[in-house]
């Protein structure tokens, strides 16, 4: 699963979690209220995170589960995984925008998806 916006999520970032390997790199997830549950049924750890944004105004509902994290961005009000090691807290571009003036269109999101797709370092030449 790579280079989607999520935005305002109220429930979870992945349903569930059939126990086979889910990679999930380059997306933005953001969130301006209580941050979602990353998965609602199950604790997730076949989910791999990789190169994405978190955003939340605060942690994930049920904190950050069983799923892995590698090398993702975090801001706003949410706490550091514990277990990604390479966290970081400078965004690689500013999200001023979307948390000003959360977009409602496709072409509204459309100059992010390329900025995403830059991000990912490890995915690049995957199709």
């Given at each position: 699963l790579r280079y989607n916006i999520s935005i305002n999520d109220d429930r979870c970032l992945v349903q569930d979690d059939y126990g086979l390997p889910a990679e999930i790199y380059g997306n933005l997830f953001l969130n301006t209220k209580e941050g979602p549950a990353i998965c609602c049924h199950k604790g997730g750890e076949s989910h791999h995170f990789t190169e994405n944004i978190f955003h939340f105004a605060r942690s994930p509902r049920d904190g950050w589960q069983k799923s892995s994290f590698h090398k993702n961005w975090y801001s706003g009000g949410t706490e550091l995984p514990g277990q990604d090691s390479q966290a970081m807290t400078d965004l690689p571009f500013s999200l001023?925008?979307?948390?000003?003036?959360?977009?409602?269109?496709?072409?509204?999101?459309?100059?992010?998806?390329?900025r995403l797709a830059a991000l990912v370092e490890t995915k690049a030449s995957v199709n």
């Open positions: 001023e925008e979307f948390t000003e003036h959360v977009p409602e269109s496709r072409e509204a999101c459309g100059g992010y998806w390329d």
